[in-house]
């Protein structure tokens, strides 16, 4: 199974947002579309950060209440893990279980087209697994 395919059943939306927003409007964007994590590009598009719940939570402990105000290019991890949409689903899991992170953009030419978290990944894990039990039943039912 590769990411193109769980791309083309989810879509390619990204929700981002620029480095000098405040984290109380990330939190509300987080809040809005019930997501875990957005994306920071800068202003010519490219891929700045990714902020995500967990850089808020850290960045409360850190800074308590005046983290609000604080802008998401402060507390955003700038080194980002990136797939492709030809890279298997498998290998992006283990990056993610290695790495201990649940967002992976996809970027092709340069471009972001999509961006797939663990629950994306562990769905289409399901669905593989599922494929294959029914298949091994038919095969053992077949051959009774
Ligand atoms: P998450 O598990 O996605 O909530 O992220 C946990 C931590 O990893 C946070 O500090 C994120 O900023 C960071 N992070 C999330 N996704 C990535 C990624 N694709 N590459 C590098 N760091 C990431």
């Known amino acids: 199974m590769f990411i ?4 083309s059943t989810k879509g390619g939306r990204v929700i ?3 480095p000098a927003t405040t984290i109380a409007e990330v939190v ?6 019930r997501i875990g994590a957005v994306v920071v590009t800068d202003e010519q598009g490219r891929l700045a950060g990714i902020l995500s719940e967990r850089d808020v939570a850290c960045g409360l ?4 209440p005046a983290l609000l105000a ?6 955003m991890t700038a080194k980002v893990i990136t797939c492709a949409p030809d890279d298997r689903v498998d290998q992006v899991m283990q ?3 290695a790495g201990r992170f649940r967002h992976v953009p996809v970027l092709e030419d340069g471009a972001m ?3 797939i978290s663990i629950g994306d990944v562990v769905k289409s ?7 294959e039990r029914s298949q091994l039943q038919d095969y053992i039912v077949g051959a009774a």
């Open 113 to 115: 087209v999509g961006i």
């Open 61 to 64: 402990a850190r800074h308590g």
């Open 28 to 33: 509300g964007l987080l809040e809005r579309e």
């Open 4 to 7: 193109r395919q769980i791309l």
């Open 70 to 75: 604080m802008r998401a290019e402060q507390i």
């Open 16 to 18: 981002g947002t620029a």
């Open 95 to 97: 990056q993610m279980t």
């Open 125 to 131: 894990r399901l669905e593989e697994l599922e494929q």
